[in-house]
Each structure stands twice: as C-alpha cells, then as structure tokens.
C-alpha cells in the first residue's frame, strides 16, 4: 500500500505503519509492541533494536522511535539499560498456548486485574505509594524476626496468628478506631480477601442473600460469587448505603457488605443514622454486618469516623487489611468477631484458613509496638495529601468535573463513554485508572467515568498525565 511501511524481524513486531491515519507514528509503533508483548510474541528479557536501527528500517525520525520507547518504559513493558540498549521487561507476560486450544488467560482476574508483581502505574487503585515504604526499618524488623524464628522449635503456631500481633492490634483498635475487644477475637487473616472467605464458610452463607453496596468493591461482590452468595445490590446515596432500601429490596438478607468509613468508591462516610439503622436491623434480623474498614484511618479531611464495630452489640465482624497502609504484597489482614463467635471462627480458621507464617506477623507487631506503623500513617496521610492536591490542579483544566473520593479522585463522564476502553487503551502510556462503571451492578444505576488513585505521582508530576488521560477521553470515550 503506497505510503504504508511492513517491516518483520526477529525481535520487532510485525509492524504496519500507516501515514495518513491521523494517529502519530509514534503511537502507533509503541500499540504494536505493547501488543507484541502483551500477547507474548515478543519474549520477556529480549532486546530490541535501536532507536537508530528501527528508525531506519521503518523509514521514520529516530525521534519517533525514541518517543515510543519512552512511553513503553513509563508502562513499565521495556526498561532502558543506558548504553547496554533497550529490552523487553523481563517480567512474565502471559504466553499464547501450544497445545491447540485456544489462548486464554494465565493469571487469574486477567480481566479485571491488569497485572500481577509490578510497580504500581499512574493512577493505580488499591496501591500505596511505591516511594514511601519504609524499607529501611522494616528490612531491620524483618530480618531479627526471620533469624528469630528460625531459632524457634518446630511446631504448629496458632491458626489465629500471631499473638504479639493480635495484642498490638487490640491497642491499636481501641485507640484509632474506638473498638474495645479481646486477644481472641482478633484472627489474622491473608488480607481482607482471606478474611472475607473466612466468613463466608464459618458463618455458612452458601445460598443466601448479602446486600452489597452499588457502587462497591467489584472484586468483593466476585468473591461473594464464588462462594455461592447472592449479592443483592443496595444504592448508596450522600449518607452511604441506603438501609430502608435494603430492607425494600432483600428484607430476607443474612448479612450486609458495608465500607462505612469511606465508601469504595465514591468516599463518603456512613452517618450516624444509617449506622443506627443498619444495627437495629441486624440486631432484629439476627443478620451479620461484614464492616470493610479497608482504609482505616486514612482519611485525608478530618477526623476519621469510628469503626461501626465500635457501637455494636454482637453483630459485626470487623475486616481491617494492611494492603492501603503498608503494603498489599504482605497478604496481611485480620477480622475482629463479636466476643461471642471467637471460639467458633478460631476453630474456622484452624480448619479452613490458618494464618501464615509468624515471622511477617511478628515484624508487623512489632513495626506497630515500636510507633513506626503510626508514624508511616502521619507521613502517607501528609504525602498523599498533597498529591491530592497536584492531581486536582492538573486534572481541573481538562476535567472540570473531576472530585475527590477518598484516596482518590473521581471523573464522571456523559453517559455511554466507553469508560472500560478509555481504561485499557491508557495502560500502554503506563497509567491504570479504574473505569467506574464497573463499580455498579445495576445497569439502571451505573454511571461512567474515570477512578484515579492519588497515591502515586508520576516522576514528573500529573500533568502530562493529565494531558494523556483528556487525548484518551476524546479519542476512545
Ligand atoms: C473496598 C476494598 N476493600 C478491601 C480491599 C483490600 O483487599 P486486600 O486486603 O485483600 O488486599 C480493597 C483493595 O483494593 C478495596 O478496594
């Protein structure tokens, strides 16, 4: 085709070029090598040519090139070793099978989830700032507690976890989120997802109704799924879940899914009167209230709301994780049950969920007994605050509409935006924002729009991203 420019080689993709398509060369060479690789036609670890060399193959500026390098490094899908040249990363990509069926998805929730083990993207949800673990004094904790174990008879621990953890975080508790339990009641679990299943089997929900929230946590409503529960989708106004409307919709309900300290996603706090509302109706239904204090207290303005735990009489199992606060590759987690379901969930959980290994546990009591845990909270709550900030300011010229939601900052768009594509077409410039129609069950209700995570700057700042994110919108939306 006059104009169009084939090339094929052994560590570039087949490319075709097209001159007149009103799309940047540069675009369009950077979307076939993330497609090249993220389809496993390109091998992790490879090099690939440089810019110099595919310049000239393709009949292009080296410029060009160099352009769409850079934007496949910010997406993490090449790294750039100086001199030693450019190479795939060498980070797994799911490979295409060989045995003749067709290809599928290796990882599990590929779908949903758009990588596993990789540096958080821009506007990632659900990832802590990369830059502001505190790696220094948590190896030092890690490593005594590591040797220390080793040094330990061999044994089984208690499927509980931990007992130091399980005291520091009774204190912790009672003082950042006002909740008054024992030792006992506090089970470590492999983050909120662990605990979550944990529930599910010792309270024996298979078959029954759990309202959810709508919008909420779509991988919370899956989970429910899996385990055979029917999640009934609750609306969630100004004031949080709409409990009369629970009652309305699922009056038979054995239990509610509730973030009453910041919805998940759209932030605001459960009032006080739906918090009275939702344990009078436990408390008469003998229903369970699976509290997801998954942010703690993160919270950016003000004070943060006590834990609904806190209030109750014998009907919340309270799930707190350190997957926002500390890190999500610690899989930890812990549920707090009422006095009276300790004996019965600790019997669950040496049956079905065990806790993991000590060591972690142990590091992470420690890392909260010595005031290192409350002074990382401080320090995020400052960081991300001010990145709040950055992104507003970047964001507000080209969306004006953008606002804020707890850690995040929310961009509604007109109906029928094709948020999900805007979502998979931004990877390729190393940004993960979340499409927010996917946070709705009920079809009637969902609306569109971007779900950006402010936790992690960009080295450059949220400008250029800023810039990317309205081009996506108008070309994909
Ligand atoms: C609403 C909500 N709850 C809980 C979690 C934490 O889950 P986990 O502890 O399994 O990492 C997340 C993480 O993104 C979340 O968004």
Not at 157 to 179: E, H
Not at 333 to 344: E, F, I, K, T
């Amino acid at each position: 085709m006059p104009g169009n420019n084939k090339i094929n080689g052994p560590s570039v993709p087949a490319m075709t070029l097209l001159r007149h398509s009103g799309r940047s060369l540069s675009d369009q060479i950077r979307e076939e090598f993330a497609q090249a690789i993220g389809e496993g036609r390109m091998s992790p670890g490879s090099r690939v040519p440089s810019c110099r060399d595919l310049a000239a193959q393709l009949g292009v500026a080296r410029g060009t090139v160099r352009a769409a390098y850079d934007m496949l490094v910010d997406s993490q899908l090449l790294v750039a070793k100086g001199a030693a040249g450019t190479w795939v990363s060498d980070i797994p990509q799911p490979q295409a099978r060989n045995d003749g069926q067709e290809a599928t998805a290796i990882a599990p929730l590929a779908a949903i989830v758009h990588a596993f083990d990789r540096p958080p993207l821009t506007f990632q949800m659900g990832v802590p700032a990369d830059d502001a673990f505190p790696a220094k004094v948590w190896s030092r904790i890690l490593t005594r507690h590591a040797r220390e174990m080793v040094s330990k008879p061999i044994g089984y621990s208690d499927p509980r976890g931990s007992r130091a953890l399980r005291q520091q975080l009774v204190s912790y508790l009672s003082m950042a989120r006002g909740m008054r339990c024992q030792e006992s009641q506090v089970i470590i679990t492999n983050g909120y997802a662990g605990a979550l299943g944990l529930i599910c089997l010792a309270l024996g929900l298979r078959g029954q109704r759990v309202w959810t929230e709508d919008p909420g946590y779509l991988l919370a409503r899956r989970a429910l799924e899996m385990a055979g529960v029917e999640a009934v989708a609750i609306p969630v106004d100004e004031q949080g879940l709409c409990v009369e409307e629970g009652m309305r919709l699922a009056a038979d309900a054995a239990a509610v899914l509730v973030t009453p300290g910041q919805q998940a996603p759209l932030g605001m706090t459960l009032s006080l009167e739906r918090r009275a509302a939702l344990l009078a109706w436990a408390e008469r239904r003998a229903g369970w209230i699976i509290e997801d204090d998954y942010l703690g207290e993160l919270q950016l303005q003000g004070r943060a709301a006590p834990a609904l735990a806190a209030l109750d009489g014998g009907r919340v199992l309270h799930i707190g994780t350190f997957s926002k606060n500390l890190s999500p590759s610690l899989r930890l987690g812990y549920l707090v049950v009422p006095a009276a379901q300790a004996a019965h969930f600790g019997e669950a959980a040496a049956l079905l969920a065990p806790a993991s290994s000590f060591v972690l546990h142990n590091a992470v009591a420690e890392f909260l007994h010595e005031g290192h845990f409350m002074r990382h909270l401080r320090r995020m709550k400052r960081l991300y605050s001010e990145r709040l900030l950055a992104m507003l300011a970047a964001l507000h010229p080209f969306f004006p509409q953008a606002s804020r939601a707890a850690l995040a900052v929310i961009i509604v768009l007109p109906a029928g935006t094709q948020d999900t594509r805007i979502a998979q077409k931004a990877l390729a410039y190393g940004m993960a924002p979340t499409p927010l129609s996917v946070w709705y069950q009920d079809e009637k209700r969902c609306r569109c729009g971007l779900v950006l995570s402010v936790t992690n700057m960009p080295s450059g700042g949220f400008v250029k991203s800023a810039q990317r994110l309205k081009a996506l919108v108008d070309e994909w939306g």
